[in-house]
């Protein structure tokens, strides 16, 4: 049976591992299995084919939506994304006992840290000319861009962007590079 997992914040789904596939029973139902993030697992019987497959397209669907930028505001990747690196962040300012006297300080720290992974993501290419170089690291390279984007996240939190405040700035941003693209920036 093919799986996929969804999260959502908005409850709509739910976290949900979904398990698409059908059991024809000799009554003549169909079975839908769920289990969900905590093990827990529920079927859901319908009385024919065609109710089960609507629903599983509107599941499809929602699923498509979840990483979808253009979606309304709470849906897509990143709110999740951002959530969770709030989560994080909080259990490191309380494992570790971590504060700042300011926003200012502490988006200086994120900064330091987002160069100093950039710098770690650097050194997965052949930049050094000088030394035998022996091409791209890409597992290394995705794993330091990820590190990238854990502070990217922080500071976006820090900062208080929404989700739909970073695509309007993004694209704003898009545009003016464009332009400079093709004008004598």
Not at 31 to 53: K, M, P, T, Y
Not at 110 to 123: D, I, K, P, S, Y
């Amino acid at each position: 049976m093919p799986e996929f997992s969804l999260n959502t914040q908005n409850g709509e789904i739910g976290d949900l591992r979904v398990k698409i596939g059908t059991s024809l029973f000799p009554e003549g139902r169909y079975d839908f299995s769920v289990s969900q993030e905590d093990g827990e697992e529920a079927d859901i019987e319908f009385s024919d084919a065609e109710e089960l497959f609507i629903f599983a397209d509107k599941l499809r669907k929602r699923a498509v939506e979840l990483m979808d930028p253009e979606c309304e505001e709470g849906t897509g990747a990143l709110p999740v994304l951002l959530k969770e690196q709030e989560d994080l962040d909080q259990l490191i300012r309380n494992e570790r006992d971590v504060s700042w006297e300011s926003k200012a300080a502490e988006l200086n720290d994120l900064t330091t840290a987002l160069g100093q992974e950039v710098e770690e993501l650097r050194n997965t290419t052949d930049w050094k000319w000088w030394s035998e170089n022996s091409g791209l690291k890409e597992e290394e390279a995705k794993e330091e861009l990820i590190d990238v984007f854990f502070f990217a996240l922080s500071a976006a939190n820090l900062l208080g962007l929404s989700t739909g405040e970073i695509l309007r700035l993004y694209k704003n941003k898009a545009v003016t590079n464009r332009e400079r693209v093709q004008g004598d920036y």
